[in-house]
């Protein structure tokens, strides 16, 4: 029968085994509390244990999938390379080729247009609406003279501001289609960012356009309302009565 020291030579041993396994280097420390020292070991052996069995856990149901795909994959008699590439290919987008379409040449020299004037000949407003008889009709004729040429110069000056911000819309455009152009048929990723690009770009320049015909409209039924305005001023003054009522 094996001594009570045999014993502890024994357990020493397989716990040398056990620690190399674990931890591959033998345990050099200072001498301590040999409770110590078992109490450390038990505490590192027990966790990695449980590291090991999280593990397995984690393998084993990823194995039950990958069994899955495959008792899937050979019920139809395809293998898993052939339905990788039906993936594929119907995941593939043709290449865009050609150029993006020039933008229609902005006017120059005679032909183009002062950002913030509309003539060289700048008038100034108290000529351009000279100041009438001192009467509250001759007043009112001024002031509606002086709020349809304002109106006018502004639909002037928002007309070429949205003309600026067509071009910016267009080199935009360009760089995306450029950008497509340079990606391969298989760049699922970048593909569909340019084309969710492409499509934020495309409601941007729907809003720029509604926005500018819906303010044009506003400024040109200005327009014709002081046109109108100042057409019933010259009538009541020529039927003698007077001023418009709550002008």
Known sequence: MKTQKQHRDTGKSSFRQAWLR???????APKANRWVLTSVAVVALLGTGVAMAAWKVDDDESQRKLDDIKSRIGNDGGTVTRHLNDLNRKLQIQQRNGTTPEMIVEPTGDEALNKTQPSS?????????????????GMQQQTLCQELA???????????????????????LKQLEDRR??????DYANIEYNTNEVLALTALMDNDRDRYQTYMAAYQARVSHLQNSRSALTR???KGNGALPGI
């Open 181 to 186: 152009r340079s990606l391969s048929a298989n």
């Open 236 to 238: 009541n003054a020529l």
């Open 22 to 28: 674990t931890f591959g280097s033998e345990l050099n």
């Open 150 to 172: 304002k109106t006018e110069l502004a639909q002037y000056r928002f007309s070429l501001r949205m003309f600026e911000r067509s071009k910016q819309n267009y080199d935009r």
């Open 121 to 137: 000949v700048v008038v100034a407003m108290d000529q351009l609406c000279s100041t009438g008889a001192a009467t509250t009709l």
